[in-house]
């Protein structure tokens, strides 16, 4: 797969095949712009989990995984299933997700 192609979905959609293991999807009806910014607040958290991890920081390491899980829920990729949600419950999810990231800022 390059990086123009996605990634194979199974057909309900749910979650995409990756190496023969299934991923739970980001859920679909995030608007591009707040998926964007999740997904950049997401590669920083992860970022900042292999900086801790390098220096040996156990604090530092389990900050930044608890931002990588705050990322993943608001992405609809842990948690309640985004498919098991209502409109107004995944609105608040991803909402919600995105002001706490954005207030704490990255680490």
Not at 72 to 100: F, H, M, V, Y
Request: charged content about 35%; proline content about 7%; hydrophobic content about 35%.
């Amino acid at each position: 797969m390059d990086a123009q192609q996605s990634p194979e979905k199974t057909p309900d959609g749910h979650f995409v095949v990756i190496g023969g293991r299934r991923w739970r999807a980001t859920d679909p009806s995030l608007p591009e712009e707040a998926a964007a910014r999740l997904r950049s607040h997401l590669m920083a958290a992860r970022r900042a989990v292999r900086s801790a991890t390098s220096a040996g920081d156990p604090g530092a390491e389990r900050t930044a995984r608890a931002r990588v899980h705050r990322a993943k829920i608001a992405l609809g990729e842990r948690g309640t299933p985004w498919w098991e949600q209502s409109g107004d419950e995944r609105r608040r999810r991803w909402r919600d997700g995105l002001a706490r990231l954005d207030e704490d800022g990255p680490r």
